[in-house]
């Protein structure tokens, strides 16, 4: 098992952009697939982003394709989100995820980080 921990979120206006941080503790990091999901009031977690052990995989929900990037530094044990083009529809509780196995699905992840607030203002 690792634990996680989220950083960076906060509150932007319509447009602007934030980058979310997530450390990872443990020596397994560079093993497992990172994910990002997201949670807004009253809704589901919802699946945001995907990337595999070394980084040369990345997979999106359609709503943030071109605007959010995922990227990891396993030397930081470290993996994050760039989020662009922030819109209020993205507002939401982030969390990182770690899994043994690539999935959109967070009953896949083993591994959850306390979660970090974005709100974006219109």
């Known amino acids: 098992q690792v634990q996680l921990s989220e950083s960076g979120g906060g509150q932007v206006q319509a447009g602007g952009s934030l980058r979310l941080s997530c450390a990872v503790s443990?020596?397994?990091?560079?093993?497992?697939?990172m994910a990002w999901f997201r949670q807004a009031p009253g809704k589901e977690r919802e699946f945001v982003a995907v990337?595999?052990?070394?980084?040369?995989?990345?997979d999106y929900t359609e709503s943030v394709k071109g605007r959010f990037t995922i990227a990891r530094d396993n030397a930081k044990n470290t993996v994050y989100l760039q989020m662009n083009s922030l819109k209020p529809e993205d507002t939401a509780v982030y969390y990182c995820a770690a899994g043994p196995v690539i999935s959109q699905s967070f009953s896949t992840y083993h591994s959850w980080g306390q979660g970090t607030q974005v709100t974006v203002s219109s």
């Open positions: 990337i595999n052990w070394n980084g040369d995989y990345t």
């Open positions: 443990g020596r397994t990091f560079s093993t497992y697939p």
